[in-house]
T-cell receptor
Framework: NAGVTQTPKFQVLKTGQSMTLQCAQD?????MSWYRQDPGMGLRLIHY???????DQGEVPNGYNVSRSTTEDFPLRLLSAAPSQTSVYFC??????????FGSGTRLTVV | AQRVTQPEKLLSVFKGAPVELKCNYS??????LFWYVQYSRQRLQLLLR??SRESIKGFTADLNKGETSFHLKKPFAQEEDSAMYYC??????????FGTGTRLLVSP
């Protein structure tokens, strides 16, 4: 069991570039989420999914897209990177009511 | 507002001292609450769920609906407890709202 796997671990983007942060889980969890972690602000929900084919916005969705074509994968797309998107991004999955298993994070810097 | 408040950014104690990390939530119903821990530059790990009433690594947390609190406690802190602690509430469909976190520093 690999758990929740995120790639890449580090990324530097130029303003305006796009990219996809990958997230995969092998635990057959229905629920998956993307959070960003910023100093002094805790973790904030970007997008979440309650199952394959179903996604919805969280607290800070602007500038990000997601899709959930399979149970295992939940990629996060940055459409046009901005310095305000410099953050640490965490993907997480849950079978429901037992809390989330988090990935190791992606540290993104937008210059 | 669906809010989780952790009033202390930093809590510094000596090894062997008791620890209480505060968490308050804004919700009038029966909440589903969690404590997560993040050791330096590592992923978040689930520490406690209030519904399981378990004790992990010597930590406990009791839900107080009257005070809308879910404080995390440990009677004798250890140096390896130094980490960032986050309180979180499930607002439905496993959407977690996190507090801003408390950094616990345990000195020898």
């Amino acid at each position: 069991n690999a758990g929740v796997t995120q790639t890449p671990k580090f990324q530097v983007l130029k303003t305006g570039q796009s990219m996809t942060l990958q997230c995969a889980q092998d635990m057959n969890h229905e629920y998956m989420s993307w959070y960003r972690q910023d100093p002094g602000m805790g973790l904030r929900l970007i997008h979440y999914s309650v199952g394959a084919g179903i996604t919805d916005q969280g607290e800070v969705p602007n500038g990000y897209n997601v899709s959930r074509s399979t149970t295992e994968d939940f990629p996060l797309r940055l459409l046009s990177a901005a310095p305000s998107q410099t953050s640490v991004y965490f993907c997480a999955s849950s079978p429901g009511n037992v809390g989330y298993t988090f990935g190791s994070g992606t540290r993104l810097t937008v210059v | 507002a669906q809010r989780v408040t952790q009033p202390e950014k930093l809590l510094s104690v000596f090894k062997g001292a008791p620890v209480e990390l505060k968490c308050n939530y804004s919700y009038s119903g029966s909440p589903e609450l969690f404590w997560y821990v993040q050791y330096s530059r590592q992923r978040l790990q689930l520490l406690l769920r209030h519904i399981s009433r378990e004790s992990i690594k010597g930590f406990t947390a009791d839900l107080n609906k009257g005070e809308t609190s879910f404080h995390l406690k440990k009677p004798f802190a250890q140096e390896e407890d130094s980490a960032m602690y986050y309180c979180a509430r499930n607002t439905g469909f496993q959407k977690l709202v996190f507090g801003t976190g408390t950094r616990l520093l345990v000195s020898p």
